[in-house]
């Protein structure tokens, strides 16, 4: 028996949150288990702990789980932390002379518009340490100065004696003529080898120098932390018997080697979510519903993303702690509305609910583990929805006893009113937060939320998932079978996958078909350098795309194209064209044919295509669920206590249909079926919710 278990082979799936870290690990056969282990400060802890679950509940040793792991893929928020903490490199920026206050201009913009007071964003490389270098490139690419290699040498030596840890150099069209930047690292490694360097011309090779800037400076500010991390986590790893290849999920959806996840750690801002709306596409497609809007409730935030025929939506437009981050990411809008966050009163004696969080530690009031303040778990336990004995199926006990003295000694008393009238003015406000989040990557983008199925992951997405969908007229919920490990899921289903950027300017009418082709071909070699043939590659898959505009536009929009052979025909091009007059409309609400339209960038995925992660379809039992049924409780709906069934999650089968109110408990997540709700569980067993909706309810177009 044992040597049968020597010979199977386990993908494993981690993803760290900030209050759990959740593992997949997944066979050939399909086999599949799941834990939960709290993070912890130094997120590797929390991984070696949550491995020893998972060999515990395979019944091998760790050490041999991890020798039968070719894969492990990870995802990790140390650069998202590190940034939002401000706990990154001490960093040092090289530029073209007379340029170095473009980070600061910031293209005018500014978050809060009328506030006068409003801070500018922390300087992760203040004034004194960007050194402009006398060196100028034209338009076209050729050198008008010569780059002055002493003066360089000078900067580079005195930036280091102030300490700076590591290096960003942005010149002007290096996009267009990387060698004043090629030659500028060899400089800087004659002088110190081992000093990190992040140039513009690799991190984000397009138009436009702030935006350019800002994003490389910030690869260089969480660059070092982010290689020291994942050295010391694979360190770890093959001390433990870990013999295959770690993988880190990317912000775009793929997954990346350890050595690119830590030279461009500017890429794995978004590792974490990114994994939960890898697996929505996967599990969309299981079930038959290929447009999705996926939300993520974890403890500390609320993630939304939409998916559209399958295809996560994609954006350049990102701001992370202030800063541009230029990188195509799969687009993920964040609030700080996950189960931790802390419901208080501000100055004016309105109720708030985050974005401070309570974490891991020392987490809810009903956690006994030292906190006081009033969380949206704490809240879901006054109110019923939780079950103080099965969180976690059991795993950690809560205390409704400290929740209720938490709500009523911040909440409750300040405000006049009693426990269960604060518990439910706060699951209001939290409800309406998250549905103002799902508005934002909505109808803000051109979307009619009422078209797509509404997915619940995370620890406590299905908890609130019901009233969402009724205040956004959406009339189906999905709730997985994982979803409260949905990212590590999504990690182990994810495909490798690199983005090349090239800055082409032309109008459509002139364009070089030729040059264009060439371009994309030389692209292509670079991404196929960069995923260096991974073994874990079945295939690979090139898509194009453009960045396109109308004359005189600022902001383009990247538009596929729509091509089956290895060059783009002027058939596909006049396709692409088509495509980008209709994305418009929908984005902009115009489009004009007759205007003129110019390309920007072209913009090329390379993915490699890994074996498809297997899930049984499982034939479909009688719709009643009475053999599920736990018990009975009272629960608060409209805030009226319900006496309301609660049925083990781990007992229903495909074909059950639950008729709301009610509520079914699974291992790490609860399901709230509202009052007129029906649930059934499909033959993958994914819970799926019809909502209804009452007249004169819901969002209107």
């Given amino acids: 028996m044992e040597n049968k278990r020597e010979q199977v082979r386990w993908v494993l799936g981690v993803d760290v949150g900030g209050t759990f870290t959740d593992l997949v690990a997944m ?3 399909g086999a599949l288990y799941s834990v939960k282990t709290p993070s912890t400060p130094e997120q590797s802890e929390g991984m070696m702990k949550g491995i020893e679950k998972v060999a515990e509940r395979i019944g091998i040793a760790p050490s041999s789980f991890l020798a039968q792991c070719p894969l492990i893929v990870h995802g990790t928020t140390v650069a998202t932390n590190t940034l939002l903490e401000y706990r990154g490199a001490k960093v040092g920026l090289l530029t073209t002379q007379g340029f170095r206050d473009e980070i600061e201009f910031r293209r005018a913009y500014k978050e809060s518009v009328f506030s006068p007071r409003l801070p500018a964003p922390h300087p992760i490389v203040p004034r004194y340490l960007r050194h402009g270098i006398p060196e100028r490139l034209d338009a076209s690419g050729a050198v008008l100065v010569a780059i002055d290699e002493e003066a360089v040498r000078k900067s580079v030596r005195q930036l280091v004696a102030e300490g700076v840890e590591s290096l960003a150099v942005c010149f002007l069209f290096s996009f267009i003529n990387p060698a004043h930047e090629l030659r500028v690292r060899e400089l800087i490694h004659e002088e110190f080898p081992e000093l990190a360097v992040s140039l513009s011309c690799e991190v984000l090779p397009q138009i436009r120098e702030f935006e350019r800037v800002s994003t490389t400076i910030v690869n260089a500010y969480t660059r070092p932390a982010m290689e020291l991390y994942l050295s010391k986590l694979e360190g770890r790893l093959r001390v433990q018997g870990f013999n295959g290849e770690l993988f880190v999920m990317q912000s775009n959806g793929g997954v990346q080697s350890v050595i690119q996840s830590g030279r461009f750690a500017s890429g794995c801002l978004l590792s974490g979510p990114a994994g939960g709306v890898t697996a929505a596409s996967f599990i969309g497609e299981k079930a038959g519903y290929p447009n999705l809007i996926t939300v993520d409730m974890g403890g500390t935030s609320y993630d939304v993303a939409v998916i559209e025929n399958l295809h996560p939506t994609v954006t350049t437009e990102n701001w992370i702690s202030r800063y541009r981050v230029a990188l195509p990411m799969l687009d993920i809008h964040t609030v700080g509305a996950g189960g931790g966050s802390i419901a208080w009163i501000d100055s004016g004696g309105a109720l708030q609910v985050g974005p401070r969080s309570a974490g891991a530690t020392p987490g809810p009031a009903c956690y006994g583990r030292g906190g006081t303040e009033p969380t949206v778990t704490d809240v879901n336990l006054v109110l019923g929805y939780l079950n103080p004995d099965h969180f976690l199926g059991g795993e950690m006990k809560l205390d409704r006893q400290l929740a209720e003295q938490a709500i ?7 405000l006049g009113i009693s426990v269960i009238e604060a518990a439910s003015a706060i699951s209001q406000i939290v409800n309406s937060n998250m549905s103002n989040a799902i508005h934002f990557v909505t109808t803000q983008r051109g979307f009619d939320p009422r078209q797509f199925a509404l997915m619940a992951v995370g620890g406590a997405g299905a908890v609130h998932a019901g009233k969402q969908a009724e205040d956004l007229g959406i009339n189906t919920v999905i709730v997985p079978a994982l979803a409260p490990v949905f990212c590590a899921l999504g990690d182990v289903a994810a495909n490798l996958k690199v983005t090349e950027l090239h800055t082409r300017f032309e109008t459509v009418d002139q364009v070089d078909l030729d040059g264009m082709n060439a371009d994309f071909e030389a692209m292509e070699e670079t991404a196929r350098a960069k995923l260096g043939g991974q073994s874990i590659a079945r295939h690979y898959e090139t898509r194009r795309y453009l960045d396109m505009r109308y004359a005189g536009e600022v902001h383009e929009v990247t538009v596929p194209v729509r091509s089956r052979t290895r060059k783009v025909t002027a058939l596909n091009l006049e396709a692409t064209l088509a495509d980008f ?7 902009y609400a115009h489009k004009d044919s007759s205007q003129p339209v110019e390309i920007l960038n072209l913009r090329l995925d390379l993915v490699g295509v890994r074996d498809r992660m297997q899930i049984e379809e499982e034939p479909f039992d009688r719709e009643d669920p009475a053999a599920a049924l736990r018990s009975t409780r009272p629960v608060i709906f409209d805030g009226k206590p319900v006496n309301t069934p609660v049925y083990d999650g781990g007992v229903l089968k495909p074909g059950n249909l639950v008729v ?26 994914n819970c799926v919710i019809e909502v209804k909706h009452d007249a004169g309810k819901g969002w209107r177009a």
């Fill in 27 to 29: 066979n050939e056969s």
């Fill in 408 to 414: 009523a000694r911040h909440i409750a008393e300040p």
């Fill in 581 to 587: 007059h209709t994305l418009h409309e929908r984005l």
């Fill in 660 to 685: 709301g109110p009610a509520v079914i408990e699974q291992w790490g997540t609860t399901i709230v079926v509202y009052p007129g709700h029906e649930a059934l569980i499909d033959a993958y067993r």
